[in-house]
């Protein structure tokens, strides 16, 4: 029972950070159509906008923040590899475990601060300091969700760590090829 309890909840978060990765993939080609408008409004037709650079700061952020969580699914976050490639798989979980403790304090901190600097932004209309001025509360709710995402993940990743020190076999059945980079 509680096995099926542990696999429902992770296998929700790693499909809702799944989906949001993958949907927020779309702002990549979006991101280089308002790059490459701008070089050519500015270096062919000699009349540069005045919004391009500010949304293509706000799409890399929201590139970045919401796709976060999905780099951590897939384990394409940064690690100790002199340290944590030489050690077994039950003791890259309880290193994963221990990063995840860490990594949630720091996610905690992300969405405090957001979410104040989001009331903030609504309350006092803040703006980008640039001749567009667009409104910036949007950018610190993405924040917060982002922290959120990332939170969730790191929870999910965390109980299928502990399930697989104490049990000695995973959670969830991976595929071959993901298993193999493991060495389970």
């Known amino acids: 029972m509680v096995k099926k309890i542990f696999t429902f909840y992770c296998s929700w978060i790693d499909q809702l950070v799944r989906i949001v990765g993958q949907s927020v993939s779309i702002l990549m080609p979006l991101l280089a159509l308002v790059i490459a408008f701008e070089v050519g409004s500015r270096y062919l037709f000699n009349h540069p906008t005045i919004w391009a650079y500010d949304t293509s700061l706000f799409l890399s952020a929201y590139l970045v923040g919401l796709g976060g969580a999905y780099a951590y699914q897939k384990k394409t976050h940064i690690n100790v590899d002199i340290l944590y490639l030489s050690v077994s798989p039950k003791t890259k979980r309880v290193f994963d475990v221990l990063t995840g403790l860490?990594?949630?304090?720091?996610?905690f901190i992300l969405m405090m601060i957001a979410y104040e600097k989001f009331g903030e932004a609504?309350?006092?209309?803040y703006r980008k300091m640039s001749n567009w001025a667009p409104p910036t509360h949007h950018f610190w709710m993405m924040l917060v969700v982002s922290g959120a995402l990332v939170s969730l993940q790191i929870t999910s990743n965390m109980v299928k760590d502990i399930y697989y020190v104490i049990n000695g076999h995973p959670l969830i059945a991976v595929p071959e090829e993901e298993d193999s980079e493991d060495g389970n």
């Open 102 to 107: 860490l990594a949630m304090f720091f996610m």
């Open 122 to 125: 609504l309350q006092f209309n």
